[in-house]
């Protein structure tokens, strides 16, 4: 009569387990992606870019709130993301659009996350 012990049972039903969920568990979906060029600032956080079909994007940047044009700093925020971004070819990784319809997402100029 075979013995089995309840540490080898148990390890064997992990095994198990990690392999039927590596097998029926399904893909990662892919993030959506956009590469174009910047070609309009309209302020520190928010930019429009061209895409390789002609299509304009608005893209606002994910995770930063800079203030607006008529804020204090709002022409020197927009400043500075021109001169990180305006007509240089950048890649957009995005998961939503805001309630504008923006797409709202992380933009790397040469792989750099702005």
Same mark, same amino acid.
């Given at each position: 009569?075979?013995?089995?012990?309840?540490?080898?049972?148990?390890?064997?039903?992990?095994?198990?387990? +990690? +392999?039927?969920?590596?097998?029926?568990?399904?893909?990662?979906?892919?993030?959506?992606?956009?590469? &174009?060029?910047?070609?309009?600032?309209?302020? @520190?956080?928010?930019?429009?870019?061209?895409?390789?079909?002609?299509?304009?994007?608005?893209?606002?940047?994910? =995770?930063?709130?800079?203030?607006?044009?008529?804020?204090?700093? @709002?022409?020197?925020?927009?400043?500075?993301?021109? &001169?990180? $971004?305006?007509?240089?070819?950048?890649?957009? $990784?995005?998961?939503?659009?805001?309630?504008? &319809?923006?797409? +709202? =997402?992380?933009?790397?100029?040469?792989?750099?996350?702005?």
């Amino acid at each position: 009569m075979t013995t089995y012990s309840i540490g080898g049972i148990l390890t064997v039903a992990i095994r198990l387990a +990690v +392999v039927t969920i590596a097998v029926f568990a399904e893909p990662a979906a892919e993030t959506p992606e956009l590469t &174009g060029k910047v070609v309009h600032i309209a302020d @520190g956080d928010t930019l429009t870019v061209l895409d390789a079909d002609k299509v304009q994007h608005k893209i606002r940047l994910h =995770g930063i709130d800079a203030p607006e044009k008529g804020q204090a700093f @709002g022409t020197k925020a927009k400043e500075a993301l021109a &001169g990180k $971004v305006h007509e240089k070819t950048v890649r957009i $990784v995005w998961k939503e659009k805001d309630r504008y &319809g923006r797409i +709202v =997402g992380d933009v790397s100029p040469n792989r750099t996350r702005i």
